[in-house]
């Protein structure tokens, strides 16, 4: 099976739980364990291309100019461990099938548990490090979420944020380290990395790197500092204990060591580092274990020290460490799945997982007992068990590592380490299962049906089996160790035996058991010992940090953003025009190139009235209806600058544009305060006003100087002065190069002014939705209403007009391609002519009128326009291409028929569309209760019988 | 003539930004609407000026204004009035909404936005 199948399986098979929730707990498992059967079925397909020493590859190229491609591999360490998530991972759902209670949501569960699955396998299949940084940042996300699956406990909120903000940070860290390892090689493929051993280790950046992306395996794989999130993420329901904690989670750091190791071994600095990290996690680890009476946090303590042990191998540089590592990361994955799922089973049959409130369920559980023992036993590393002859192979690794000079250092450490590990070992099982029945357990322990101790008992098979026949294993491991060590180093000739002789390693283990049953014996008193003394607790430190850096983060946040919009706007403007100054100062000026065009007195007259209308609109602005017309002015006053300066068709968009922007501002005043109080100081005018006079200071500069010189670089206008008739068949060049030339963007323009129309729509069906509803048409109008609010005059006057401007609109639409107009214009000039209609008769009137919504106007009008261009398709042609010819067709002239039509009448849907959906939008909030809706165009109709009618009652009881 | 429009490019620049400094929603609407006439006219005015030369193509005409940024204009011209109109039925639905319409945070409201969290 392809590896791009393998994970994306896990992946589009969480969509499936949730599904298939409603049809009931073994229906919901059962497709979620079909989904990872698959996967692993796949994956078993690769095996046998990869004893035959292939490396399986598959590869789409997705970013290659940023060097970020689909990459995947499958080699004996990959293999390796997508084996034990996929393998574990099926036992894992068969058991939370039987684990996971009532009440909780089952298909959540496992859609978390999927997408966890895909991400880890997507870890170890990835053949491209930012790719491989995707899925590692997925594992922190989906593990939050399996940790945190019991929203209900403060415990397992605090822990699933803790384990995300510790693999998260060292996540970011390791993209950093990644991305320096990539500038090295200058790749970011692994095949390739892992061939550059000697450039990345005498590059004089190797030393970040390797700390960077340590950080993040330390930091995943809960290596002392940052071991303490390993235990907190045990509030988290036992099934994904134990999944994360054997087989997945913690073993991403030790796969990426594993990975990286050919490169990035074997130096003194790769050596110190990890070596150390690991003893002290190894050492750390079983020493607190010891002293945990939580069945899980024991086991999450042992877990960490057994990480360490692993980390520690890996450190020593050397092809029989990383063989040890390989095997010990096979056993520790076996039994302390299975003890955790033990740990389970007894949380859920005894209600505690409290070592001092058990003991004695040896009769009452036996079937757990004997799985629980088998595992406990090999942890302890006791003979026949798995357990025991990677326990050998470390001892044997560490009597031959010289750490800081010493010989006896990490012996000795690994020595008591061992013996630590035998003591907590031997306590989970004598504390636990030996010694008398007790009568006060909180629950009556009796052993689960068989679909909890089945895949605890299945896992305990291989802890046997390897145990007893170590050859068995041989060639798996030394498949995996060949692809660990790559080029790197030469298979170490070392066998997996039970008996090596009488050897160091097999004194120290022998002290290890001897010295850890001893300790067993004075384990009352030592415990007294260890209570009384003092301990740094590691959540409270991390807490607090916590705390401090949202304390600053607040402090700067609120400071900074503090919802003062002028602020805002003042300190931009500020920014900008600093910017501004510098490049004026360092750059330099050209002579002009240009000269200055003569203006008569109408130029100076128009600028003459731009002014002052802009300044009457700053003096007088709080006269809001005052302003509104001032800034008519302005408008018209550029309108009029268009027309002056060769652009007609500007100028008659600007002109229509002004009239729909201002009955807009008039709909929205008639809710608004009429006038603006004074609130600033004096001192906040001048300084706005003095920002605002440097801001137009150097506009004008930059706008003059500009005008004043040509281009520098040749514009491309040309190119459509020449073609605008040849190749679009058009003579006004502005509507050619609209709807032909760049046609593309004016397409989605029209969308974004649909979009905005829409928007417009959506937020006053919000407001009427609301409580804004009531208070709108319960309002008391604060200004006089007119008597007579359809005057006879205006309504019989706009029906008039409204066909001739109709026609004036199809006008200008159909001279569009040759003369001023176009879509755009003729839109505006058609919405003013419905919009006159609403003025003069009123909302209701026209609205029932309707007979097309104007979302579907502005639909049609994008439907139009895209569909003009996907007709290019059928003659194979890009998308928007257009094509004209001349028709001729008696009695009438010659004329021309263009595609580039069809697209601006979409453009003319779209505007219409957009226009009237908004202006509508606003008069809907104008409705008042109190307000009779007339269904009759005007107020006083002399037309109609029987004066006074209710309508003109309506009227006076107003006044 | 380019004296006058860059005038006019000042004038109204200078006008839109006091006026967007402004407390209130609607001073800060028309200020946003004097900046985007000035936006672009300065941006019709990167063409260059040229006058009595309109990109209509002419038998023996050779001379004509650039027509690029005229078609730029022209879209910036709708589309600002579609964004015109959001901000004004934003500004509108938050002063329906609390009877208040200070564009800035009034110091309670931040303050309990942020005690709330």
Redesign the interface.
Known sequence: MSLFIIVALPFFGALLPGVMNAAGRAACAGVTLMVSLAAFLGLLTNLPALLAGEVVTARVDWMPTLGLNFTLMLDGLGFFFAFLILGIGLLIISYARHYLSRDDHMGEFFTYLLLFQGAMVGIVLSDNILLLLVFWELTSLSSFLLIGYWKHLPEGRQGARMALAVTGMGGLAMIAGMLILGQIVGSYDLSVILQNREAIQADPMYVPALILILLGCFTKSAQFPFHFWLPHAMAAPTPVSAYLHSATMVKAGIFLMARMWPVLSGTPEWFAIVTTAGLVTMVLGALIALFKHDLKALLAFSTVSHLGLITMLLGTGTAFGAMAAVFHILNHATFKAALFMSAGIIDHEAHSRDIRRLGGLRRLMPVTFAIATLAALSMAGIPLLNGFLSKEMMLEEANHTVLFGSYWLVPVLATFGALLSAAYSFRLIGHTFLGPVRDDYPSAPHDPGPGMWLPPAFLVVPVVVIGVAPFLAEPFVRLVTASVLGEAAALPDAHLKIWHGLVPALYMSVIAVVGGLLLMGVFKPLLRVWETAPRPEAKVIFESIVDASVATARGLVLTLHNGAFTRYASITVLAILGLGYHAWSTGTLSAPTREMQAAGAVPIAGLLMLVAATVGLVVLHRNRFLALIFIGIVGLMVSIGFVFLSAPDLAMTQFTVEVVTIILMLLALNFLPKTTPVESSALRHMRDAGLALAGGLAAFSLAFHFMMRDAVAIPISEFHLANSYKGGGGTNVVNVILVDFRGFDTYGEIIVLGIAALLIFALTETLLGGPVRARLLNRNPDQPRAGNMHPTMMVVLTRVMMPVVLMVGFYIFLRGHNEPGGGFIAGLVVSIAVVMQYMASGFHWASDRLRYPYHGVIGAGVLVAGFTGIGSWFVSKPFLTSDFTYVRIPPFEKFELATAALFDVGVLLAVVGAVMLSLESFSRLARRSDMQESEYPMDIDPSRAGLPSQDADAVRTEE | ??????????????????????????????GM??LT??V???L???????????????DGVTT?????P??L???A??????????I??????A???SDD?H???QRE??DTA?DSQ
């Open positions: 003539m380019e004296l006058i429009v860059a005038s006019a490019i000042g004038v109204l620049t200078a006008g839109g930004l006091y006026l967007v400094m402004r407390l209130r929603t609607f001073p800060v609407i028309l609407s004097l006439y000035a672009n006219v300065f019709f005015a990167s063409g260059r000026l040229t006058i009595g030369a309109s990109p209509i193509l002419q004509y204004t650039d027509p690029l005229q078609a204009v022209l879209t011209i709708v589309i600002s009035f579609g964004m015109t109109a959001v004004v039925v934003i500004a509108l639905g002063f329906l909404g319409d564009v800035d945070d409201d931040a942020g």
